[in-house]
Nanobody, 126 residues
C-alpha cells in the first residue's frame, strides 16, 4: 500500500541543488509530524529535517543546517525538502515520513513515524 509518493531525486554535481517532494496518501495538517530521513548503505535511517506537530518546532541534523530546508504545504498536501550546496556525503536514499501526532511533543526518531514513502535516491558527484 502506497503511503506517500516521493519525487525529485536524481544525480547532481557537488554544490548543486535539488528539491524533493512528497505527497502523502492521506490529508495532513499541523497535527502531523512530517519529516525527511536518509539512509546510507549498511546504515540505519537518520533524521535529516523534521517538522513536529502543533508548533513544536523544526529539527535539522547538524550536517545539513544552513543548506537544507523543510516545508509543509497543507493546502497542496505536499512536504518539500529543498537541498542546496549539496556534498558527495549527502548521497543516500531519502525517505519522507509522517504521523498523526495530536499532542505537543517533538518527533525525532523513525519510530515516531508510521507512514513512509518508498524512497528516492540522491547522488552527488564530486
Amino acid at each position: 500500500q502506497v503511503q506517500a509518493v516521493e519525487s525529485g531525486g536524481g544525480s547532481v554535481q557537488a554544490g548543486g541543488s535539488l528539491r524533493l517532494s512528497c505527497v502523502p496518501s492521506r490529508s495532513t495538517d499541523n497535527q502531523f509530524c512530517v519529516g525527511w530521513f536518509r539512509q546510507f548503505p549498511g546504515k540505519e535511517q537518520e533524521g535529516v529535517a523534521i517538522i513536529s506537530a502543533l508548533g513544536q518546532g523544526t529539527f535539522y541534523d547538524d550536517s545539513v543546517k544552513g543548506r537544507f530546508s523543510i516545508s509543509h504545504d497543507s493546502a497542496k498536501n505536499t512536504i518539500y525538502l529543498d537541498m542546496h550546496a549539496l556534498k558527495p556525503e549527502d548521497t543516500a536514499m531519502y525517505y519522507c515520513a509522517y504521523a498523526w501526532t495530536p499532542i505537543r511533543r517533538r518527533c525525532r526518531l523513525p519510530a515516531d513515524f508510521n507512514y513512509w514513502g518508498q524512497g528516492t535516491q540522491v547522488t552527488v558527484s564530486s
